[in-house]
């Protein structure tokens, strides 16, 4: 949860900002004349390296009826949404509220372990509606029928089990086994909180840990060790290969356990993904997919990935992880008590 003071930090600013006491003098300052500089590695590639961020206001497909771009206005608006949100939930508590209503959610976490973004998503300029550009509608191309019949075939294999049943029906990062998305490819906010990162960055591998569930993808750097299509592990094979200061890299053989969009891609999938610093602040992220056994079209978007002025800390998934454990004893719980019910019903 690591953008907790980063988002404190942009409540203040903003309630400070409306309130007109930024400093004049500091808005008044002239621009600096120097060109900035893409910083460099000792062997001369851009640097990567250190804390970033992808989490976003933008949604991952423009919604219907939806323009290409934000407004100005509209920007202002979606950016004040989770100062005021973060505003009303770190408020004090009532003390002589009354208790929950018997047999209702009592919620979840507050508004400080919540990290869902604070900006849209700014990409040359423009404030994008969507993080998905191609197809142009912003939209990810329908499936295709084997697709389908896979995601019908998962839903009904899994219908035949309770959600408890036995650890495999809970989720992979539930499991502390991999979360998928945040690491990639590609590399998608999670939503939630935790879409963060820390890159380290060598000549000939980079190194990409996900905060969420700790996940470490490792890239090499150089010509391609091309893998077997029976062999998938997860995040796939991942070599990159440098376009001038632009780092292409290309990944096949993704397990089929790492969905996309719901989809488990093919033996013969293809993610191309490219990483360009455009400022001190901002890597531009450009990702594309390509499984013609699994999509209409390839589509792909651009993602901005912002450097994060904050620490990550330690995502110790198994250490103390009761949840597992929890909802398993519970659910035998519960069918023990309805096993008895039924033994005294029939007596």
């Not at 839903?155 to 990639?184: A, K, N, T, V, W």
């Not at 029976?230 to 790492?258: A, C, H, K, M």
Request: hydrophobic share 35%.
């Amino acid at each position: 949860m690591s953008n907790r003071i980063t988002v404190v930090l942009l409540a203040v600013l903003c309630a400070v900002a409306a309130s007109g006491l930024i400093s004049t003098a500091a808005a008044q300052a002239p621009p600096s004349t120097t060109a900035w500089e893409i910083p460099r590695t000792a062997d001369g590639r851009p640097d990567f390296q250190g804390n970033w961020t992808n989490s976003t206001l933008t949604p991952f497909e423009r919604r219907e009826g939806t323009e290409r771009l934000y407004t100005a206005d509209e920007v202002a608006s979606l950016e004040q949404r989770p100062v005021d949100r973060f505003t009303r939930g770190t408020a004090p508590s009532d003390p002589n509220r009354p208790a929950p209503t018997a047999g209702r959610s009592v919620g979840t976490y507050n508004e400080v372990y919540w990290e869902r973004g604070t900006r849209v998503a700014l990409i040359n300029g423009e404030y994008r509606t969507s993080l998905v550009t191609r197809p142009a509608n912003g939209r990810v191309p329908a499936r295709t029928p084997e697709a389908e019949r896979l995601v019908q075939e998962r839903r009904d294999l899994r219908s035949q089990f309770g959600q408890y049943d036995h650890p495999e029906m809970r989720p992979l990062g539930e499991r502390c086994i991999f979360f998928g998305s945040p690491s990639g490819p590609p590399m998608l906010p999670v939503g939630a909180y935790n879409s963060n990162y820390l890159i380290v960055q060598t000549a000939d591998h980079l190194m990409i840990m996900s905060e969420m569930v700790h996940d470490a993808r490792i890239i090499r750097i150089g010509e391609p060790r091309p893998m077997p299509k029976s062999v998938r592990p997860y995040f796939g094979n991942s070599w990159g290969r440098w376009e001038g200061d632009t780092l292409v890299v290309e990944t096949t053989n993704i397990s089929p356990l790492q969905l996309v969009r719901g989809v488990p891609l093919s033996e013969d999938a293809v993610v191309i993904e490219r990483f360009t610093r455009v400022d001190e602040e901002t890597i531009v992220y450009e990702f594309t997919i390509d499984d013609p056994k699994r999509f209409t079209e390839p589509w792909g978007g651009e993602i901005p990935i912002n450097k994060l002025h904050a620490r990550l800390y330690e995502y110790a998934c198994h250490e103390g992880n009761y949840s597992l454990t929890g909802v398993l004893s519970g659910a035998r719980y519960q069918e023990r008590v309805e096993a008895q019910e039924s033994t005294d019903a029939n007596r």
